[in-house]
């Protein structure tokens, strides 16, 4: 990797941490945002990491929680990095970037919600409880849905209308 993308990298790490430090809506974080960026524009192989690195530091301080719900939530996040690089890595548009924001939403709530009812904490493992579980998990979805859309916007937008500036100085100094 090179200086530049080690330092946005950086930054972009920062700025999850630090997110999940100020009053939000629950679920409006940028953790999903920030491994659909690393997927679509990280050419180090483990893209992938970037975002659970963030999770990671941040749940250092907030606390961690039973490790089969934390392995499923962490995988979520990993396979928003893995929708970025497929859908995102050769081409970025609004509606790329919204589906893939979407899809990233839907594969965390599956997953992730899957791993509390596996955890055998809050519902028995059968199929009424797997059923209880994604039902009592529906209002957190639109929040979900929200942080990602917003949040993946946000940070595709800086970071191309960053590059149109750096272009443009280019340009103008040559």
Known sequence: MNKQTILIAAALVLFAVLSRFVPHPVNFTPI?????FAGAFMSYRRYWLLPLLALLLSDLFLGFYHWVSM?????????????GRLVLSSKQSPLRIGGAAFASTNLFFI???FGTWLSGTLYPLTFE????????AIPFY???????LVY??????????????????TTSTA
């Open 32 to 36: 999903a945002a920030l491994g659909l």
């Open 71 to 83: 392995l499923f939530v962490y995988l979520g996040f990993a396979g928003a990095a893995v929708i």
């Open 111 to 113: 997953l992730s919600n």
């Open 129 to 136: 409880g797997l059923a209880a579980c994604y039902v009592a």
């Open 142 to 148: 639109p929040n979900s849905i929200a942080g990602d």
């Open 152 to 169: 993946s916007f946000l940070l595709f937008g800086l970071f191309a209308l960053l590059q149109q500036t750096i272009s443009n100085k």
